[in-house]
């Protein structure tokens, strides 16, 4: 894996529930190859935070380099499918807003992309539609 990239905002409620409007189109932002990892291994809490929010997300693994292609070629470029976890610090995140400044700080930290085993699209095929949730304890 050489890199993470994650979007913001493509969830509607999750962009109203911060005031963003949610015809505004997403953006993207990374992390390190070394935030992952695998699901079940133990978090520790990460430092400098009081904070801590996780969301449920779909992950994409793409198998082959590429740059620029047409839509219309893009799940060709699929290796598989899986489920992860984004951590953010939201703390340092609001700070980081405020000041104008980029909040990489709040993303991008050892272990704050959990992630389920990956499935090969060639086995799972390439979803249109489906449900994702997360449990925390219990709930």
């Known amino acids: 894996m050489r890199r993470i990239f994650c979007v913001g905002r493509n969830y509607a409620a999750h962009a109203r529930e911060f005031g963003n409007d949610e015809r505004d189109p997403p953006f993207f932002f990374t992390k390190p190859?070394?935030?992952?990892?695998?699901?079940?291994?133990?978090?520790?809490?990460?430092?400098?935070?009081?904070?801590?929010?996780?969301?449920?997300e779909l992950v994409v693994a793409i198998g082959k380099?590429?740059?620029?292609?047409?839509?219309?070629?893009?799940?060709?470029?699929?290796?598989?499918?899986?489920?992860?976890?984004?951590?953010?610090?939201?703390?340092?995140?609001?700070?980081?807003?405020?000041?104008?400044?980029?909040?990489?700080?709040?993303?991008?930290?050892?272990?704050?992309?959990?992630?389920?085993?990956l499935v090969p699209a060639a086995r799972s095929g390439h979803p249109d539609r489906g449900r994702i949730w997360l449990a925390v304890n219990g709930d």
Request: charged letters at 25%; glycine letters at 6%; proline letters at 9%.
């Open 65 to 117: 380099a590429s740059f620029r292609i047409p839509r219309t070629e893009a799940l060709a470029h699929v290796w598989g499918y899986g489920v992860g976890v984004d951590l953010t610090r939201r703390d340092l995140q609001d700070q980081a807003k405020k000041a104008a400044r980029p909040w990489d700080w709040s993303k991008a930290f050892d272990c704050s992309a959990p992630c389920g085993p």
């Open 33 to 56: 190859a070394d935030a992952v990892v695998d699901s079940g291994a133990d978090i520790p809490y990460p430092p400098l935070t009081a904070n801590l929010h996780h969301e449920i």
